[in-house]
């Protein structure tokens, strides 16, 4: 089943921004209705939302969907899930085609990751896109994107877990593929040296060197700059990764305070274009921005408890970030 999907953040619009892409909806529509695995709710205006779920829509990795028909008789709902709370194996497609097969539009959010709150909207209907509402989220606000019969494989970004081989997998893909060799980008906070000395447990004191010395030394440096934010200096180091271990040894210290690993980036990344991205920032984000900046770019992000994190990748190529996704395999997260 064909259709379209608009991706967009709740946390970078306003309070009240979904609740009025509701309504506007609503407006249009023949019947609209609030799905849960408990039941089906007809809605009238997204106040009785409120109502029914009050953490709406907020609380973002919770079993809801809102969906509507613009034109079809009202009807029995048959829908009856899945209710997708992140997009492992065939839940996304799954919920995606069964949702359009039986509404004209549907909306609901997925956990992406404890920085994210993002809503997919979905419709047969491409007229619909062009909503008001819609539009004026079209400056850099959201993602659209159209799909034959697998909607997931239309979504450019993934996170997912790769410990103990962090920053192996884009590196993989891009050889694959024949490109370049990537870029690795490194920060270090030029106020906190002490940060990059390990401890020897055997000797009870600091190592004299820091502990990326030997690593970096190892691969070749193709631009440096620093930065300031809000007084906090750092000094940003570009590599070539034209030798593998010391990359992955320098990404095997993601889950620590002293890891200095921001991104790793395509081999086309616009020097100029990424030292302005940086320059009023305290750290780096894989996020649209980087559409402008270089074809793919992973990194990690937090992943809510002591030392836990994930990967995220992003391209401007979405069968790009499906080959990834292909190659994590059992460690997918979510896609978006």
Not at 131 to 159: M, V, W, Y
Not at 173 to 186: D, N
Request: proline share 3%; with cysteine.
């Amino acid at each position: 089943m064909s259709g379209t999907v608009i991706l967009f953040d709740i946390e970078s619009t306003s309070n009240n921004f979904i609740r009025k892409v509701v309504d506007e909806l609503i407006t249009i529509s023949q019947s609209t209705f609030l799905l849960r695995p408990t039941g089906v709710q007809p809605l009238s205006n997204s106040l009785q939302i409120y109502e029914l779920t009050k953490s709406w829509p907020r609380w973002v990795s919770r079993p809801w969907v809102v969906a509507g028909r613009s034109s079809k008789e009202s009807g029995d709902v048959l829908y009856k899930g899945p209710f997708i709370e992140d997009c492992r194996g065939k839940g996304y497609n799954e919920q995606v085609n069964g949702l359009l097969r039986e509404f004209d539009w549907a909306i609901f959010s997925y956990f992406t990751t404890f920085q994210s709150d993002v809503c997919s909207f979905i419709t047969s209907d491409i007229t619909l896109t062009e909503l008001p509402i819609f539009k004026a989220l079209k400056d850099g606000a959201c993602d659209l994107h159209q799909f034959d019969s697998n909607p997931i494989e239309c979504l450019r970004t993934a996170t997912f877990y790769d410990y103990d081989v962090e920053g192996l997998f884009p590196y993989e893909a891009a050889k694959l593929r024949g490109e370049q060799s990537p870029l690795l980008l490194c920060s270090i906070a030029l106020q906190s040296k002490d940060l990059y000395h390990k401890w020897n447990h055997e000797k009870d004191e600091c190592e004299e060197s820091v502990w990326f010395q030997q690593p970096i030394e190892q691969l070749e440096t193709v631009d440096e700059f620093v930065t300031d934010y809000m007084g906090y200096k750092f000094k940003h180091c570009l590599f070539r990764v034209n030798a593998v271990t010391p990359y992955l040894d320098i990404w095997g210290e993601a889950s620590y305070d002293h890891s200095i690993a921001e991104a790793t980036l395509s081999a086309d990344t616009d020097f100029s274009a990424l030292k302005k991205y940086l320059e009023n920032k305290c750290s780096f984000e894989i996020n649209r921005e980087l559409d402008q900046i270089c074809t793919w770019s992973y990194g990690q992000v937090y992943g809510g408890g002591a030392d836990e994190h994930h990967a995220i990748f992003r391209s401007c190529d979405s069968d790009i970030t499906q080959q990834i996704w292909e190659m994590v395999g059992e460690e997918q997260i979510s896609r978006f």
